[in-house]
């Protein structure tokens, strides 16, 4: 497989919604993970919490339970990989710096890192999506995730079936970013 650049990776991400059932390689899930662990983080506390489930009959409780109805999201049916995405919630800088300065780094770090995974996995062939519309009682219950982790997302994770938008729907540049001088 060539390598691609950096852009054509931000280009070529997208939100994945329907998934070939066959499993992802454990090499190709490794090298996903490492790159999630390799994203900057605030005091370089590395907040981030993944759980990576492959496991068929985990994988059939969260999609009837966390994503039954009335949450949609029903591509998980397909998707052979989910990813916990979670937050230590006890780390010092992320207890003491947002008291002071009301940012809520762990949150921000996560987010970072779970780019950097999906950068990563798009650059294997793989596709993902990140799914902030679950029921997230049932799934700490499920995951039974230790109480100190806080469960801030899920991510499917597979090879796809459908092919990428054409073009990116985003707001013109200049909406969103002003160059101050
Ligand atoms: C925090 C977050 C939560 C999201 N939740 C969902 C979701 O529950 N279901 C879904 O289909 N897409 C979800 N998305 C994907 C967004 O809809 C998608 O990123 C956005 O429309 C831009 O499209 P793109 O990712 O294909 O570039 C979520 C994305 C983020 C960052």
Redesign the pocket.
Known sequence: MTKKNILSLFTD???C?AYDIRPVEKEKLDAVMAAACMAPSACNKQPWRYFVITETKLLDELRQKAFGPPVS?KFVKEAPVLIAVGVKKDLVVHGIVPAIKGIPYQFIDVGISTDHLMLQATELGLAT??????NIKAAEKILKLPSDIKLC?LISLGYPKDEP?QE??RRPVNDTVRFIT
């Not at 999506?129 to 679950?134: A, I, S, T, V």
Request: glycine share 14%.
């Open positions: 991400r997208y939100s919604r999201n999506c990140w799914l902030g519309w679950f997302g938008p990116k729907q």
